[in-house]
């Protein structure tokens, strides 16, 4: 017993002397220039590498992107908050993806970003996985968490799927302009086709024709889109203000509990635990602890993890979930349950 104990003093002197590495960011995709906002179209995770690097790697939610033929990721655009010039960029597994800084390149409603990574539809990425470094400095990953001119932080463009457009199922809106979608699809076929064109070139007006009026409908009513934008906010400020977080040992559980001093769109909390400090960490709720106040004065929680063994070190992780997907987390702390606990119970 002497010796456990004196081995769990050490560590956790260690755990609070040494220096814990910079956390990751992670960013949900939920807006769409064609599909209903507020689903997770893609995940966007950064993490900071060895060397003063940073890897951002961005993965489509398969759940919600039924995959059809070559499905994957083939634009992404970023921002940064240093000269993008100084930046030395490779996308993994794609020699042929192209880059643009500061070229103006627009993606549609989300507006323009410093970089602009582009694929061709033989190179499409999932996930697409992207390594930055600087020619002279050390880069965190806040240096890319920077909203441009439109207020976002990342777009992509991912193709390859089958989903419906967002105003099917809108049915009042589909019935109001469904002969309007139709009529102005025909006169764009009358103006394209009808001016003088022989047989050959009316076969090739009629695809054209074809084209035009399948764009006409999705834009008006209901269809279906094979790629689209997506895109993410940034995080300008954690959720929460985190007052207290810390793990109480028992007999075969230990009790989390941590405080907050305010919150901020928060929508809640997941809890992570790992039997070593370097991880992995596995999630430990079910479902998010929710909010007990979502915007406003800060407020106490409680969880109590069950069903692990005594004698064993754990470490845990708190994260906390903005509204908007963003993800932030704290920690570690650890806890050592003992059957001795039970006495005390």
Not at 96 to 122: C, H, M, Q, T, V
Not at 189 to 211: A, F, H, Q
Request: net charge negative; charged share 25%.
């Amino acid at each position: 017993m002497k010796k456990t104990l004196f081995f769990v003093s050490l560590l956790c002197i260690g755990l609070y002397c040494s220096p814990v590495a910079a956390q990751p960011l992670e960013f949900y995709m939920l807006w769409s220039n064609d599909l209903p906002n507020g689903q997770v179209y893609a995940t966007v995770k950064l993490e900071s590498l060895p060397g003063g690097c940073v890897q951002i790697t961005t993965t489509i939610e398969d759940d919600t992107l039924q995959a059809g033929d070559n499905l994957g990721i083939q634009r992404f655009g970023l921002n940064y908050t240093g000269d993008a010039r100084d930046l030395s960029i490779t996308v993994q597994g794609a020699s042929n993806w192209r880059k643009r800084i500061y070229g103006g390149a627009s993606y549609g409603p989300f507006g323009e970003f410093d970089i602009d990574l582009k694929g061709r539809g033989n190179s499409r990425q999932n996930p697409l996985i992207i390594t930055i470094c600087h020619d002279t400095d050390s880069l965190a990953v806040g240096d890319f968490n920077v909203a441009n001119d439109n207020g976002y932080n990342f777009s992509t463009h991912i193709a390859g799927f089958a989903a419906m457009a967002k105003n099917c199922g809108d049915e009042e809106k589909d019935d109001d302009c469904d002969d309007d979608c139709d009529d102005g699809c025909e006169d764009d076929c009358d103006d394209e086709c009808d001016d003088g064109c022989d047989d050959e070139c009316d076969e090739g007006c009629d695809d054209d024709c074809d084209d035009d009026c399948g764009e006409c409908k999705k834009k008006c009513g209901c269809g279906e889109v094979t790629s689209a934008y997506f895109a993410s906010t940034p995080a300008d400020e954690t959720a929460i203000t985190l007052a207290s977080f810390t793990a109480l040992p028992g007999s075969g559980k230990v009790t989390l509990k941590w405080e907050t001093s305010d919150e901020t769109d928060n929508l809640g909390f997941n809890l992570y635990r790992a039997e070593a400090l370097e991880g992995p960490f596995e999630l430990v709720n079910q479902s998010i602890v929710l909010s007990k106040v979502g915007t406003g004065l800060g407020a106490a929680y409680e969880y109590v993890d069950t069903g692990i063994d005594n004698r064993k070190i754990y470490f845990y992780k708190l994260e906390d979930v903005d509204t908007f997907g963003v993800k932030t987390l704290h920690g570690p702390v650890m806890a050592l349950p003992l059957l001795l606990y039970s006495l005390f119970e």
